[in-house]
């Protein structure tokens, strides 16, 4: 799930405080459209604008002509490694212009792409690798996945120099096209995958409701190895034959130097950075009309700090990868509602159901579940990637496993996640993972992992242990957990209770723990060199 930001389709700055009430009904500005395939996503702007910028990244600017011929490459160096339609690509890249190319060559092959976590520990990259089997894995620097079929950044680069083109494939846009990673509350991970049209509803759809074009140049500092930010920048911006601009820094000067560099003028970020972006007005952002806030929670205060410091209201959303991407947003302009995560986008249906499966009135509180509306084509995601095929999920719109609600009007709130997961930052974390990894310490008895509210992160990772050890070395801890996992999943803050809380079925009351450790939590030690 992930809150967001927006703007009104005309591109006026719409700067002030917010205006939390609801606006008229969210309609598009222009009719949804059925997509054409990804491999003709660039033919009405190369027809009419072909030297307008494509990507602007770190390594240099790609025109719409040069990106074509860049993706016609890759899909020729590809083909030239023995990929088929329907074989996976993983790619373990950075933000730049390689991951593009890569990614549209992939899809003009009929292949199936999956985007591994740069940041992501050895034992996770290889995880997710060895769950999809590609048949090529594209890496960077920061790639550790070991396999036969692997083909490191310098090799690609030679292989795109000298492709021959790939043989011309029919699409099916409905046929199985990427795989996102996503995890339940067993923190294993699952291969959702998704068809072309589903890749590319989002895109239209934004661009229909807020009414872009090609003055569009939309920011992102989000990893484009997750594939909700392929949805989210080139997808999107090919559309509306606008630019993509693909930021390698996450840092606050580095954001805002992107924005200012480039003139963004939609930005898509973390709830953290623009925490730290409200706390400096010194580093102005004049070309942004749109500010998104994604991965997680934003707070009022929060958008009303960043409305009160750079003049723009952020635009909540709820997301979802199994959508992918956007599934609500804050209506164009400042307007919003307190509390809610904006309002549907035209080609979904969203409503609460109960236990028994019955469809909820609007404004009853109950569990999300999603399907399609209208004639925009959205059809639930494919399936499971399991053992070389795809497994369909069930009858019915999809299970979000989201409590909430959707009024009359199609405003979404989310009340509380069914599953334990903990976003920091806008990244989720899996409790049962980490408790997983504390478990083989034989000194504890029993350890749970909880979220503590943070005005800056939305979330912390805390974890209390059951240990009659009164000297526990919580370092220690801190170093297993950080051998086994990503950095933002290690706790930052720790407990020792004698007896956690249990119920009749022996299992930890979770709801007990913020309550029950407060005063006793210390932050992570850190060791000395």
Same mark, same amino acid.
């Given at each position: 799930?992930?809150?967001?930001?927006?703007?009104?389709?005309?591109?006026?700055?719409?700067?002030?405080?917010?205006?939390?009430?609801?606006?008229?009904?969210?309609?598009?500005?222009?009719?949804?459209?059925?997509?054409?395939?990804?491999?003709?996503? =660039?033919?009405?702007?190369?027809?009419?604008?072909?030297?307008?910028?494509?990507?602007?990244?770190?390594?240099?600017?790609?025109?719409?002509?040069?990106?074509?011929?860049?993706?016609?490459?890759?899909?020729?160096?590809?083909?030239?490694?023995?990929?088929?339609?329907?074989?996976?690509? %993983? %790619?373990?890249?950075?933000?730049?212009?390689?991951?593009?190319?890569?990614?549209?060559?992939?899809?003009?092959?009929?292949?199936? !792409?999956?985007?591994?976590?740069?940041?992501?520990?050895?034992?996770?990259?290889?995880?997710?690798?060895?769950?999809?089997?590609?048949?090529?894995?594209?890496?960077?620097?920061?790639?550790?996945?070991?396999?036969?079929?692997?083909?490191?950044?310098?090799?690609?680069?030679?292989? *795109?120099?000298?492709?021959?083109?790939?043989? @011309?494939?029919?699409?099916?846009?409905?046929?199985?096209?990427?795989?996102?990673?996503?995890?339940?509350? @067993?923190?294993?991970? $699952?291969?959702?995958?998704?068809?072309?049209?589903?890749?590319?509803?989002?895109?239209?759809?934004?661009?229909?409701?807020?009414?872009?074009?090609?003055?569009?140049?939309?920011?992102? @500092?989000?990893?484009?190895?997750?594939?909700?930010?392929?949805?989210?920048?080139?997808?999107?911006?090919?559309?509306?034959?606008?630019?993509?601009?693909?930021?390698?820094?996450?840092?606050?000067?580095?954001?805002?130097?992107?924005?200012?560099?480039?003139?963004?003028?939609?930005?898509?970020?973390?709830?953290?950075?623009?925490?730290?972006?409200?706390?400096?007005?010194?580093?102005?952002?004049?070309?942004?009309?749109?500010? !998104?806030?994604?991965?997680?929670?934003?707070?009022?205060? =929060?958008?009303?700090?960043?409305?009160?410091?750079?003049?723009?209201?952020?635009? +909540?959303?709820?997301?979802?990868?199994?959508?992918?991407?956007?599934? /609500?947003?804050?209506?164009?302009? /400042? &307007?919003?509602?307190?509390?809610?995560?904006?309002?549907?986008?035209?080609?979904?249906?969203?409503?609460?159901?109960?236990?028994?499966?019955?469809?909820?009135?609007?404004?009853? +509180?109950?569990?999300?579940?999603?399907?399609?509306?209208? /004639?925009?084509?959205?059809?639930?995601?494919?399936?499971?990637?399991?053992?070389?095929?795809?497994?369909?999920?069930?009858?019915?719109?999809?299970?979000?496993?989201?409590?909430?609600?959707?009024?009359?009007?199609?405003?979404?709130?989310?009340?509380?996640? $069914?599953?334990?997961?903990?976003?920091?930052?806008?990244?989720?974390?899996?409790?049962?993972?980490?408790?997983?990894?504390?478990?083989?310490?034989?000194?504890?008895?029993?350890?749970? *992992?909880?979220?503590?509210?943070?005005?800056?992160?939305?979330?912390?990772?805390?974890?209390?242990?059951?240990?009659?050890?009164?000297?526990?070395?919580?370092?220690?801890?801190?170093?297993?957990?950080?051998?086994?996992? &990503?950095?933002?999943? +290690?706790?930052? =803050?720790?407990?020792?209770?004698?007896?956690?809380?249990?119920?009749?079925?022996? $299992?930890?009351?979770?709801?007990?723990?913020?309550? =029950?450790?407060?005063?006793?939590?210390?932050?992570?030690?850190?060791?000395?060199?």
């Amino acid at each position: 799930m992930h809150r967001s930001s927006g703007n009104d389709g005309d591109h006026e700055n719409n700067r002030g405080t917010p205006d939390f009430v609801p606006s008229a009904k969210n309609a598009p500005a222009s009719p949804i459209t059925v997509p054409r395939p990804v491999a003709d996503m =660039l033919r009405r702007t190369l027809a009419t604008h072909p030297d307008a910028p494509a990507i602007e990244a770190a390594s240099g600017t790609w025109s719409y002509a040069e990106l074509d011929d860049r993706a016609d490459h890759a899909a020729g160096a590809l083909w030239g490694l023995g990929v088929r339609p329907g074989d996976r690509v %993983a %790619a373990c890249l950075p933000n730049d212009l390689d991951i593009v190319a890569a990614f549209h060559g992939t899809q003009r092959i009929g292949a199936l !792409w999956a985007g591994i976590g740069e940041a992501m520990t050895e034992g996770e990259q290889q995880r997710l690798t060895d769950l999809c089997a590609p048949t090529v894995v594209l890496a960077g620097t920061r790639c550790t996945v070991r396999t036969p079929h692997r083909i490191d950044l310098d090799r690609w680069t030679e292989l *795109v120099a000298d492709a021959d083109q790939a043989p @011309s494939v029919t699409h099916d846009i409905d046929a199985p096209a990427a795989i996102a990673f996503t995890s339940g509350t @067993s923190g294993q991970p $699952k291969a959702v995958v998704h068809s072309q049209r589903n890749l590319l509803m989002p895109g239209a759809a934004l661009a229909a409701q807020r009414g872009w074009g090609a003055d569009l140049r939309k920011g992102d @500092s989000f990893p484009l190895t997750i594939l909700n930010l392929i949805v989210l920048s080139t997808l999107l911006t090919a559309q509306t034959g606008g630019c993509a601009v693909l930021m390698d820094r996450r840092d606050v000067e580095g954001v805002a130097q992107w924005i200012r560099d480039h003139q963004v003028t939609v930005w898509n970020g973390a709830p953290a950075q623009l925490y730290d972006l409200a706390r400096r007005p010194d580093l102005t952002l004049p070309s942004l009309r749109e500010v !998104w806030s994604g991965g997680a929670d934003t707070s009022e205060t =929060l958008r009303q700090m960043f409305a009160d410091t750079h003049g723009l209201v952020p635009r +909540v959303t709820y997301g979802l990868t199994e959508a992918p991407a956007v599934v /609500s947003i804050d209506p164009p302009g /400042s &307007a919003c509602r307190a509390g809610t995560s904006g309002r549907l986008l035209a080609h979904y249906d969203v409503a609460a159901y109960d236990d028994n499966d019955r469809r909820l009135p609007p404004g009853e +509180v109950g569990e999300l579940r999603l399907a399609g509306a209208g /004639s925009g084509g959205w059809r639930p995601m494919l399936g499971h990637w399991d053992g070389g095929r795809v497994v369909p999920v069930g009858p019915g719109p999809l299970r979000t496993g989201d409590i909430g609600t959707v009024d009359r009007d199609g405003w979404l709130t989310v009340i509380d996640r $069914k599953k334990l997961v903990i976003i920091r930052g806008g990244a989720n974390v899996y409790p049962l993972e980490v408790e997983r990894v504390l478990a083989t310490r034989p000194a504890l008895t029993r350890v749970a *992992v909880f979220p503590v509210p943070d005005d800056r992160l939305g979330q912390r990772v805390a974890a209390v242990v059951e240990t009659t050890d009164t000297t526990v070395d919580f370092a220690a801890l801190a170093d297993v957990c950080a051998r086994e996992l &990503a950095p933002y999943k +290690v706790p930052e =803050l720790w407990a020792r209770l004698d007896h956690l809380p249990l119920n009749a079925m022996g $299992k930890v009351v979770r709801t007990d723990l913020l309550a =029950l450790t407060e005063g006793h939590r210390v932050a992570r030690p850190r060791r000395t060199p």
